[in-house]
């Protein structure tokens, strides 16, 4: 049995490749994103703030992100 050296997921519309074991929460580090300017939706389903570090990424993920960007 092999282990994957990274999985593919679709990130705002485009192929990515990424190490396994990313949570969202790593993944939006990893994207220099606030968690808490975002909204998240993992395969078209909206996820809480507060579930990103139990949520992992997966091969064949589709992620949405929303990101927040205030001014005047």
Same mark, same amino acid.
């Given at each position: 049995?092999?282990? +994957?050296?990274?999985? +593919?997921?679709?990130?705002?519309?485009?192929? @990515?490749?990424?190490?396994? /074991? $990313?949570?969202? =929460?790593?993944?939006?580090? =990893?994207?220099?994103?606030?968690? %808490?300017?975002?909204?998240?939706?993992?395969?078209?389903?909206?996820?809480?703030? /507060?579930?990103?570090?139990?949520?992992?990424? =997966? @091969?064949?993920?589709?992620?949405?992100?929303? $990101?927040?960007? /205030? %001014? /005047?």
């Amino acid at each position: 049995m092999t282990q +994957e050296t990274t999985i +593919e997921i679709q990130l705002i519309g485009k192929l @990515h490749s990424l190490d396994p /074991g $990313h949570t969202v =929460a790593s993944l939006l580090e =990893a994207l220099d994103l606030q968690p %808490g300017m975002v909204v998240v939706e993992l395969n078209r389903k909206i996820l809480e703030r /507060g579930s990103f570090d139990a949520s992992e990424v =997966a @091969h064949g993920d589709t992620i949405e992100l929303v $990101h927040f960007v /205030g %001014g /005047g």
